[in-house]
């Protein structure tokens, strides 16, 4: 089984200020089609999840043009440009490699200092 | 627009079985599947199992050992969650997302339902 690990399980950030969350995948996500299958995925308190990122670095629609997402084979990353009130929450990355079966990171739990 | 809606909360005693719906919406049925996710209370996310909105080919999380059944309704556009045997580690909120139809694609997890809360407790 694939094992993602998420750095850090917790981020403090001031508001305006940048962010940066890692995910590490035990084994490569280039899939035999050529697509990376590495989702990045907000869950604000009290919400259903909300996929923000597809494919290492596609955004989904309506998703604000701060967070992006990059990185390759077993190492990723999610950046918030700056950060508002409304980005409070906990972010997972997923691998849709081995699909259907879903694997999430342990989740990173974004906070205001 | 796409939508995926969950029927409503749960309380089960350890022992007997729930079935959650996910009436979905805004999309054709048969061309995408649908994921079912649970949170345990302050835990992460975990996959339990997927099903094709084509053919009602499944697939479920080894972890469950054969207590989870998906089905699906094609004439409401519907899919049906039961999970059997229960035990108090299963209190979770679950959650149906849309997924792809037969190999990955940028459908999965796009959209989500906005869960049903499983209280399993005597």
């Known amino acids: 089984d694939v094992v993602m690990t998420q750095s850090p399980l917790s981020l403090p950030v001031t508001l305006g200020q940048p962010a940066s969350i890692s995910c590490r995948t035990s084994?490569?996500?280039?899939?035999?089609?050529?697509?990376?299958?590495l989702n990045w995925f907000q869950q604000r308190p009290g919400q259903s999840p909300r996929r923000l990122i597809y494919n290492v670095s596609n955004r989904d629609s309506g998703v604000p043009d701060r967070f992006s997402g990059s990185g390759s084979g077993t190492d990723f990353t999610l950046k918030i440009s700056r950060v508002e009130a409304e980005d409070v929450g906990v972010y997972y990355c997923?691998?849709?490699?081995?699909?259907?079966?879903?694997?999430f990171g342990q989740g990173t739990k974004v906070e205001i200092k | 627009q796409v939508q995926l809606v969950q029927s409503g909360a749960e309380v089960k005693k350890p022992g007997a079985s729930v079935k959650v719906s996910c009436k979905t919406s805004?999309?054709?049925?048969?061309?995408?599947?649908v994921s079912w996710v649970r949170q345990a209370p302050g835990q992460g996310l975990e996959w339990l199992g997927w099903?094709?909105?084509?053919?009602?080919?499944?697939i479920h999380s080894p972890k469950l050992q054969g207590r989870l059944t998906v089905t699906t309704d094609t004439s409401t556009s519907t899919v049906y969650m039961e999970l059997w045997s229960l035990r108090s580690d299963d209190t979770a909120v679950y959650y149906c997302?849309?997924?792809?139809?037969?190999?990955?694609?940028?459908?999965?997890?796009?959209?989500w339902g906005q869960g049903t809360l499983v209280t399993v407790s005597s």
């Open positions: 997302a849309r997924d792809g139809i037969a190999v990955a694609s940028p459908g999965m997890g796009d959209y």
């Open positions: 805004g999309y054709t049925f048969a061309n995408f599947g």
């Open positions: 084994q490569s996500l280039v899939s035999s089609d050529g697509n990376t299958y």
């Open positions: 997923m691998q849709g490699k081995h699909w259907p079966q879903w694997t």
């Open positions: 099903i094709s909105g084509y053919n009602d080919n499944t």
